[in-house]
Nanobody, 126 residues
Framework: EVQLVESGGGLVQAGGALTLSCATSGFTFDTYSMGWSRQAPGQEREGIACIRNTDGSTIYADSVKGRFTISTDNAKHTVSLKMDRLKPEDTAVYYC???????????????????WGQGTQVTVTS
């Protein structure tokens, strides 16, 4: 059974930083790309970061590009999301995901995912 457990969310002031972690189990870690998405109240889920299992390359949504960094620890089977210069609009529940793809063939971000965790709340105050 695939299990993804997020941690590290919390309350932070605008301009601050947080690092989210995702502990994984139940699947062969290097057979999936891994991603993070978020969902704010009343809004659709937004894929924001993905790291490819094939070569470790990354892709980000424009909303977080330059501020967020996704990484994996293949030995520990964990995925992290380092979030800098946080803004109130980053407030959301953040989910860790297994993904078959990071992008469509045309390079656009691929929003699909296979499994996801329970989420961790990030609240950014102004």
């Amino acid at each position: 059974e695939v299990q993804l457990v997020e941690s590290g969310g919390g309350l932070v002031q605008a301009g601050g930083a947080l690092t989210l972690s995702c502990a994984t189990s139940g699947f062969t870690f290097d057979t999936y790309s891994m991603g993070w998405s978020r969902q704010a109240p009343g809004q659709e889920r937004e894929g924001i970061a993905c790291i490819r299992n094939t070569d470790g390359s990354t892709i980000y949504a424009d909303s977080v590009k330059g501020r967020f960094t996704i990484s994996t620890d293949n030995a520990k089977h964990t995925v992290s999301l380092k979030m800098d210069r946080l803004k109130p609009e980053d407030t959301a529940v953040y989910y860790c995901e297994t993904k078959a793809l990071c992008t469509y063939p045309n390079g656009n971000y691929y929003p699909g995912y296979d499994d996801w965790g329970q989420g961790t709340q990030v609240t950014v105050t102004s």
